[in-house]
């Protein structure tokens, strides 16, 4: 991503701060606090092209899990036709709630939800554009426009494998 800068970026080195442990029950929670067994899958920012919606709507089509989307715009009101779909009160609750964190985005300025994924020990796949280095943590990297790679990577994640 630098070379697209022309010399005129520089790399930042990502760090995640050591952060206390906070009871589950101090985060807002998704609505139904029921314990779920079907996989939950958060798309770490606004359901938009430029975040890897449409990418990801491929990777998950006819997958027996349920998306969790963060408050935030999206494509379109039927944009998640036919898909189980849960809103979540903020990112953190999705992060909490999620049993993986996606973000195949193509441009990404504020990577916060990957971060907090990091912090709570959740499976990260995302693009280069997120800004994780490989010192971040146990994440997985896939190509912006490769939707059959990110479902292999999820469908790996979910079965935690490698």
Known sequence: ?????????????????????VPATAIAMVEDTTECTTPRVLLAAASLARKGAFELREALRGLPLQLLLPP?????????????????????????????????????????????????DKPVVATAAGGLGTDAGLWRCV???????????????????S
């Not at 070379?3 to 970026?9: K, V």
């Not at 939800?113 to 990091?118: E, T, V």
């Not at 912006?144 to 494998?161: E, F, I, K, N, P």
């Open 72 to 120: 935030g715009a999206q494509e379109t009101m039927d944009f998640w036709s036919g898909f189980d779909v849960r809103r979540v009160a903020s990112m953190a609750a999705g992060v909490h709630a999620a049993t993986i964190v996606v973000l195949p985005a193509w441009i990404e300025q504020q990577p916060r939800g990957l971060l907090l994924a990091l912090v709570a």
């Open 1 to 21: 991503m630098l070379a697209l800068a022309d010399g005129r970026g520089i790399a930042l080195a990502w760090q995640v701060p050591a952060l206390p442990a």
């Open 143 to 161: 190509e912006a426009s490769d939707y059959a790679a990110l479902r292999v990577q999820l469908l790996l994640a979910l079965q935690g494998g």
